[in-house]
């Protein structure tokens, strides 16, 4: 799980993403599958990707009452995904519930999926933190502060920015993960994101793992772009 570079299957359907994939025939991928893809294709995309051996991010960010969540979760544990994730802001109580859920759906002999929680999206500036949710704090502050809330409630990391996992990691250990996207180099444009860093910034930073979505994704050689950026992610030369 540590220091794997998930591209982001931004996709709307599953012949998109085995066009995509086409390319990358024999690799073994870490590849994130969101709302657009699951919502469009459900279930049967993850055991695709599972048979063509690829490691998944199940990425649905749940945030609801914690019974909800952990029913959900429970469902979502049967999928055998290596990684999935809530939003903090839902509460430490559903952050309980989460892995309470996850551990009731997974098969005995099995291990459970890695579970993470966002703390303040990366598309968030401090400004619109403060503006628009009222959150009278610097954006680092409220980051650190959902870190250990989700710390507290035995999650084993979170999804921030490379900007707050340095800080992340001094507070919580090595062994707590920081799941960063919002990564592009320097001559990529920046999007929606607002929180973002370089894949080599990322990595001075002590970030676990990166996400990278359209700089691959929607490349005109999208695996050269992924042989590229993995070179830059692991610092080979
Ligand atoms: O949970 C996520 O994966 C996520 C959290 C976050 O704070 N910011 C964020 O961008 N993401 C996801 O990471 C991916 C980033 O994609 P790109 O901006 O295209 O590289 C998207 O699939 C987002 O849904």
Known sequence: MDHSLIIALD???VNEVQKFLQPFEGEQLFVKVGMELF????????????????????DLKLHDIPNTVKSAMKGLA?????????HAAGGKE???AALEGLEAGTASGKKRPYCI??????ST??????KEQLIPVTLKESVLHYASLT?????????CSAWEAGAIREKAGDSFLTVCPGIRMPQDQTQ??????????????????????RSITRSSNPLESYQQWLKIWKGVN
């Open 11 to 13: 996709f709307a359907s």
């Open 39 to 58: 919502y469009q294709e459900g279930p049967a995309i993850i055991h695709l990707l599972k048979e063509a051996g690829h490691q998944i991010f199940l």
């Open 78 to 86: 049967r999928l055998d995904c290596d990684l999935v994730n809530v």
């Open 94 to 96: 559903m952050m309980q």
């Open 117 to 122: 929680a966002v703390t303040q999206l990366t």
């Open 125 to 130: 500036s401090e400004e619109q933190m403060n």
């Open 151 to 159: 710390k507290d409630a035995g999650l084993d990391g979170v999804v």
């Open 192 to 213: 929606d994101q607002k929180r973002i860093a370089t894949p080599e910034s990322a990595r001075n930073a002590g970030v676990s793992s990166i996400v990278v979505g």
